[in-house]
């Protein structure tokens, strides 16, 4: 049978990786993974480890302990960490359906016992069978092999793969289902037989330290409150540890019990008052930190727990003010100046709040994580550098956070050094391979690099994770035109339209290519509707102007790119869609200006918008400028064979034949296939009275292009100019 859960609980397999990513870098229980790290990876074992192949990576090792960390492992207030994150990050009924799924999350041994072509696979566990999808699962296992890995119901029958999924080297034999009860392996049992270290039948796993350890520390405090009834630290200190445990009434008991012995303890009125806070009692927070300041108005932790109160309420004006008030108090706590850092930023203050978050890690470099933000606060001032030294600082302290990796990336990617930046985010994507976001930065990175084969791998895979991934299908679509598949890519960029029509970008990628498919009118609709959902787009105007270009349609054509360049007057590629308007429309003059300006704005300069206003002033037969936009493309690109073309016939047209065929000759030696320019120097030679010469060119034009009329006539007079010449020599 399938297993059947409530069809309500919709916990997203997106909603599942953010929960776990959660779990990997939360400060909050960033003792508890530590010490759930230790008991994992068996670190009080001295003995060998020698992974089996394939295991012994360590992103393998870590998908594995954040699966059992996350979905397996309670902490000591019984809790289990992604319970934990789905109370600090979801709302409402998406926080109790994630909660209903999780209390059913199962460690499962399973046999695979069918896979379909769109990732799905129904595994056979000891109590039936469960339906999952994973296309990265279904890249690496066949049928009938052994699957250990974590499960999430979904509802009607579907469950999620949880993270940490391992592919045994081995498969059952016939039958195994009524037997598979036997083979259910432990999480941390099946990491000792990985670390091929497996623990022996008649050895038990010891239980986590923490479980132990935290209980006894509150049996002792409370023994001590008792023979110590007047003593407020020792209820003090009990208060801080069942905060630990996050029992947080046992909690307010005890710090209600250090007031009552001593109503001027105003470390217990400050941990009240955050408990409060936590528990989203904030006035009652507010009037207990009143309280303490009334007593001590200069105490700084009160005044740095009110600027928290404020803050949970987004009450960022107060939030600041008392924040600022701590840190002036106590310089030199490094989480103080961090608040007032999060508050100015807030209040849209980006320059106080790198200074204060600055402050707070000279005081506390080991907080990587502010280091992090502080590169994020550098990105947003500009200070491109400034923020990648403190994001590979970061990286090379603490290689295993993926978010590090990617924050390097981009800031990396902002200084125009794609391929580390690149580097950095495959980095990231090792870590966290399921994070289609980052999967579509990958694909711009390496599109932006040329490499359209790898950037479509990536946005297919991002696909895989999330369907109907807007930015990653219209990626595709626009490599796809890349790679020369216009229809592919129309269809690719149609499907994004039509889910999610207010895709501007995907009706632009969709006209470009059914241009590219000569489906102009087509294209033409679509550009427009792209206008309509972003009407002041520049790149929209311009595609608008080529398509009415192709289209016949100039007058139209015209007004579009006046207003393009009347919107982006500093982009050359505008000044140049112009110029080709103009000079369909005949306005010379308009065209030479307009490519003129292109050349002035463009960089680097490739020297084809000079050649074009060349090309516009010849036509208008002013020569002399036309000469000197043609030598300058020459200077910029000495080897283009039809710039060397263009010159040569306005020398020409001048009566300069000696320079004019210098130039063909250069052309010819740059294309020879091209019969214009053999033609050409046929020419020169001709009027430089070269008269064999001529005939081998214009021969040479002629075997390129048989059909060539003009080459034949001028050949038909070179050859009699030529035996006149001869004859007149003879004669003499």
């Known amino acids: 049978m399938v297993y059947e859960q409530e069809n309500s609980m919709a916990l997203s397999q997106t909603t599942l990786m953010a929960l776990t990513e959660w779990c990997s870098s939360a400060p909050v229980i960033d003792e508890d993974r530590a010490r759930g790290r230790e008991t994992f990876f068996g670190h009080e074992d001295t003995g060998p480890v020698n992974y089996l192949p394939g295991a012994g990576d360590w992103a393998s090792k870590e998908r594995r302990f954040l699966g059992w960390f996350a979905l397996a492992h309670k902490l000591p207030t019984g809790d289990l960490p992604s319970l934990i994150a789905a109370r600090e990050t979801l709302k409402g009924s998406e926080y109790q359906l994630a909660v209903r799924s999780l209390e059913r999350a199962r ?33 690496v296992v066949n049928r009938d092999g052994v699957v250990v890995c974590h499960v999430v119901p979904t509802g009607g029958g579907r469950w999620l793969l949880g993270p940490g999924w391992t592919v045994l080297p081995f498969r059952y034999g016939p039958g195994i289902q009524e037997h598979l009860s036997q083979f259910q392996w432990h999480p941390i049992d099946l990491e000792r037989f990985l670390q091929g270290r497996s623990p022996g039948p008649d ?26 009834p007047d003593d407020p630290e020792v209820s003090f200190e009990l208060g801080l540890l069942q905060e630990t445990r996050r ?103 980006v320059e106080e709040a790198a200074a204060g978050l600055e402050e707070a890690t000279r005081l506390d470099p080991e907080r990587l994580d502010w280091q992090s933000e502080l590169g994020v606060l550098y990105q947003r001032l500009g200070k491109a550098q400034d923020a990648l030294r403190r994001f590979l600082t970061v990286v090379e302290q603490e290689p295993t956070v993926a978010a590090y990796h990617r924050n390097a990336a981009l800031a990396l990617a902002e200084l125009g050094r794609w391929e580390e930046a690149i580097d950095q985010l495959r980095q ?127 007058a139209e054509a015209a007004a579009e790119m006046e207003e393009c360049v009347a919107l982006r007057p500093n982009l050359a590629e505008v000044h140049d869609q112009a110029g080709q308007v103009y000079e ?66 306005v020398l020409v047209a001048q009566g300069h034949h000696a320079e004019a065929m210098s130039h063909f000759r250069q052309a010819a030696e740059l294309d020879p296939d091209e019969p214009l320019y053999q033609y050409n120097l046929g020419l020169a030679n001709k009027a430089l009275r070269r008269y064999e010469d001529a005939v081998a060119a214009l021969n040479r034009a002629i075997r390129l292009k048989p059909d060539y009329v003009d080459a034949y006539k001028q050949l038909t007079a070179v050859t009699a100019m030529g035996l006149i010449m001869k004859g007149l020599r003879r004669a003499s």
């Open 107 to 139: 460690f499962v041994t399973a046999v695979v016992r069918w896979m379909g072509r769109s990732s799905e696979l129904v595994l056979e566990v000891d109590d039936g069978r469960i339906e999952i999808r994973s296309p990265h699962l279904t890249r």
């Open 203 to 228: 050895q038990e796993r010891p239980r986590p330290v923490s479980d132990q350890t935290l209980a006894e520390a509150v049996a002792l405090l409370e023994r001590a409150a008792a023979l110590a």
């Open 247 to 349: 029992q947080y009434a046992e909690a307010l008991q005890a710090y209600e019990a250090a007031l009552a012995r001593d109503p001027a303890h105003l470390g217990s009125r400050c941990q009240m008052a955050a408990v409060l806070s936590r528990q989203g009692r904030h006035a009652e927070a507010l009037e207990v930190l009143e309280r303490a300041l009334e007593q001590a108005p200069n105490h700084a932790e009160a005044h740095y727990q009110r600027g928290l109160v404020h803050a949970a309420q987004g009450e960022w004006g107060q939030a600041h003010a008392a924040a600022a008030r701590a840190a002036e108090l106590g310089p030199s706590v490094a989480s103080y100046h961090r608040s007032l850092a999060q508050a100015a930023v807030e209040l849209g203050n």
């Open 428 to 554: 990231a994507l090792e870590l966290r391979p399921h994070r289609a976001a980052w999967r579509v930065e990958l694909g711009g990175l390496l599109e932006r690099q040329g490499g359209h084969d790898e950037a479509l791998a990536e946005y297919r895979r991002a696909l895989d994770l999330e369907p109907e991934h807007v930015a990653a299908r219209v990626g595709s679509a626009r490599v796809l035109r890349w790679l020369g598949r216009p229809a592919e890519a129309a269809q690719e960029a149609l499907r994004v339209a039509e889910a999610s029509p207010a895709t501007a970008e995907a009706h632009y990628v969709r006209a470009l290519a059914l241009a590219d498919g000569g489906r102009a009118g087509e294209a033409l609709e679509a550009i427009r509707r792209a206008q309509q959902i972003e009407p002041g787009n520049a790149f929209y105007m311009l595609a608008a102007g080529r398509l009415l270009l192709a289209v016949g349609r100039l």
């Open 584 to 649: 369909a429309l005949g306005r010379l003059d308009a065209a030479a200006a307009a490519y003129g300006e292109a050349a002035r704005l463009e960089e680097p300069a490739t020297g084809q918008y000079h050649r074009r206003a060349g090309q516009s002033l010849a036509r208008l037969r002013r020569w002399g400028e036309a000469m000197a936009w043609l030598r300058s493309a020459l200077s910029i690109q000495p080897a283009h064979a039809p710039t060397h073309n263009t010159l040569g016939e």
